[in-house]
């Protein structure tokens, strides 16, 4: 079963603007700006993900190839377990697991499902609005940035992202109101490259037929 996973993914310029080991309530809004200029100015973006999961009585480490294209488009192809795909064409979000008989398809606007912010960074991002409680901590070299997705308080209690120097995210978390935590670590970033649209058409293997209903947990 499809496991909902957490991503949200933010770039925060480097320059320190706070002094080390000091955090900010409200940070300071010309890095702010900074952080919503980059992905505004994004029209697509690839990543290298391993993603851990911890809950629910499980431990599960897994990895893939995120691609997303403006606007609102992603595709989660997953390397471990093979055939894993979670794909948003813009109307809808599908979901299918290898050796399954079934794909679910939800639509967009419906998607209850924290990876679904993801697609807000390739449209008009404005990171004040996306967080609440929005901290900015340096962190050695780079920075942590902390808050609550918007709308997702009753779920999420907290995402972490940890960003480098150069504004490059390298790991994330989120940890949820049940006590489970997804982490990710990015690699092999890539920003405003070639990609196709029907790379986010669902194709669904032989003998698999899609059935309209919520994503799995």
């Known amino acids: 079963m499809l496991k909902k996973t957490a991503l949200l993914l933010f770039v925060c310029c480097a320059t320190p603007l706070f002094a080390q080991g000091q955090q900010s309530a409200t940070p300071d809004s010309a890095l702010i700006r900074k952080v919503d200029d980059h992905y505004n100015h994004l029209t697509s973006l690839r990543a290298h993900y391993t993603e851990h999961y911890t809950g629910m009585g499980?431990?599960?480490?897994?990895?893939?190839?995120?691609?997303?294209?403006?606007?609102?488009?992603?595709?989660?192809?997953?390397?471990?377990?093979?055939g894993k795909v979670f794909v948003l064409d813009g109307k809808y979000a599908w979901f299918y697991t290898p050796g399954d008989s079934q794909a679910q398809r939800v639509p967009a606007k419906e998607l209850d499902d924290l990876r679904s912010p993801l697609r807000f960074l390739l449209g008009h991002t404005q990171l004040k609005k996306e967080l609440d409680n929005l901290t900015v901590t340096p962190d050695g070299a780079g920075f942590r940035i902390t808050g609550v997705p918007k709308g997702m308080a009753q779920r999420v209690k907290l995402l972490t992202l940890q960003v480098t120097s150069a504004g490059a995210i390298q790991q994330m978390q989120i940890e949820e109101l049940d006590g489970s935590i997804t982490g990710f670590t990015f690699s092999e970033i890539q920003e405003n490259i070639p990609v196709k649209g029907e790379t986010f058409v669902f194709h669904p293997p032989a003998g698999v037929i899609f059935v309209n209903g919520l994503p799995p947990i």
């Open 58 to 82: 499980m431990d599960r480490t897994e990895s893939g190839t995120l691609l997303l294209k403006k606007p609102g488009r992603m595709r989660w192809n997953y390397d471990k377990p093979v």
